[in-house]
């Protein structure tokens, strides 16, 4: 029996271990899942990522595991390896702001020491002292590219908060029931393209690179 590689407590509290298996989603998409948004009290919470397997050291750098705010901005943070190196600690280096909605991030080039990477990147948002904001964690439910022809399609559903998409900045045309699409020229298996999402006064809500598979 093969013993997959993957997020075994997922993101706890230290001192407080919460287990949070990838069945608490709240969103997901093609090649990322959103977990329900968590509140915190401490304004320089350190957070502690446990796997099932010891990481490669190498594959653990702030563009595989970072904090970013609401408006996608990089929130520094230091990060380190448990001795067992099964568990990545992430300490931040300056304090969390009240009622701002972060976002963790743990991309797919995470790997174990034997090189198996994620199946899934995951996103856990939380916010010090408020209500997190559920909206821009699920405005985007899924996306996918199909080839046709000369251009790539671009599929997205989103939420119900969502009145504009784009992708590469370029507006996708509304189908109705949520789902948007455009083809575009250019793009080709393993180039990324930029999906974001706007409410109805033209506030981002989401932004996040996707890679054409």
């Not at 793009?187 to 109805?200: C, H, L, R």
């Amino acid at each position: 029996m093969k013993k997959r590689f993957g997020i075994l407590l997922s993101i706890a509290f230290v001192f407080a271990m919460i287990m949070v298996m990838p069945n608490s989603t709240n969103s997901a998409t093609n090649d990322t899942d959103v977990w329900s948004a968590k509140k915190i009290t401490d304004n320089k919470k350190v957070w502690t990522i446990a796997f099932s397997q010891p990481l490669k050291e190498s594959t653990i750098k702030n563009t595989t595991v970072y904090v970013e705010d609401g408006d996608y901005r990089l929130f520094f943070t230091d990060l380190a390896l448990s001795s067992d190196k099964k568990s990545i600690i992430v300490t931040p280096k300056d304090i969390y702001k009240e009622n701002t909605t972060y976002r963790l991030n743990i991309t797919k080039e995470v790997a174990s020491e034997k090189g198996k990477k994620l199946e899934k990147a995951i996103i856990q948002p939380f916010v010090l002292n408020g209500e997190p904001d559920e909206t821009t964690t699920d405005a985007i439910k899924n996306v996918t590219f199909t080839s046709k022809n000369f251009a790539t399609m671009v599929s997205v559903t989103s939420n119900d908060a969502v009145n504009k998409v784009t992708a590469n900045s370029k507006e996708l045309l509304y189908e109705g029931n949520n789902k948007y699409s455009i083809g575009l020229t250019g793009v080709a298996s393993g180039d990324t393209v930029k999906i974001q999402a706007f409410d109805i006064s033209g506030k981002r809500l989401f932004s996040k690179d996707y890679k054409v598979n």
